[in-house]
């Protein structure tokens, strides 16, 4: 079986696991990405604040919808640095909802919108925290392929402190532990590239 027709049938049994409507409550647009928009939302029953990715099942890229989708069941769920996926269910039978922690801010609206100067020890923070974030994925062989600060969100917590989360795996590669091949397929939003993309031999295996 290929990559394509397992990523179709990872889909399919998490979407058949969690065929049943939750209840949430749809709040505001946060945002929208490259196959769906982002509404904060709140659980009904706890009344906790979550984030809630709403992907259409009728668009031209279905292949790369159904992998985003298929990409976020596997990912790993027990580092604080990346995102957390709560879960998954089917609505109208047309759109598939992506249910995960709420975070404040994304990396640039965090910058832009501050309205102090960000100081050294808070940007140093930052790195070490997407640093941590971005070991833990390669060491589960994934590679995210699209970091850049909208990618990159802010969970703001008690005292002044807040934790990083790398969200978005739309485009993340899961490396076979045996795969030596280079990747020659160039994705990822160009102006956030590691100058290592542009070099010879080209190798896409890298952030």
């Known amino acids: 079986m290929n990559r394509q027709a397992n990523n179709q049938n990872t889909v399919q049994r998490t979407v058949q696991r969690s065929a049943s409507n939750p209840k949430f409550i ?11 928009t982002v509404h904060k939302s ?45 879960h998954t269910y089917v609505e109208n039978d047309d759109t598939v909802n992506i249910v995960m922690e709420y975070c404040d801010y994304d990396l640039d609206r ?52 807040f934790c990083v989360k790398i969200t978005d795996f739309g485009l993340s590669k899961f490396i076979d532990q045996d795969e030596t091949s280079l990747m020659t ?6 102006a956030f590239m590691a100058p290592e993309f542009y070099a010879e031999p080209r190798s896409y295996r890298r952030d």
């Open 110 to 161: 965090y910058f832009k919108n501050s309205p102090n100067k960000i100081g050294n020890d808070v940007k140093y923070s930052i790195m070490h925290q997407v640093a941590s974030g971005m070991q833990y994925l390669h060491s589960h062989n994934i590679i995210h392929r699209d970091i850049k600060p909208m990618n990159i969100l802010i969970k703001l917590e008690e005292r002044d402190h």
């Open 42 to 86: 709140q659980d009904r029953l706890s009344g906790n604040d979550l984030a809630i990715k709403k992907i259409s099942v009728h668009q031209p890229n279905r292949d790369a919808m159904m992998k985003e989708i298929a990409n976020v069941t596997k990912l790993p769920q027990d580092h604080e640095n990346i995102v957390k996926i709560y």
């Open 185 to 190: 397929s160039q994705a990822g939003t160009r």
């Open 26 to 36: 749809l709040g505001t647009e946060l945002g929208r990405g490259r196959y769906g």
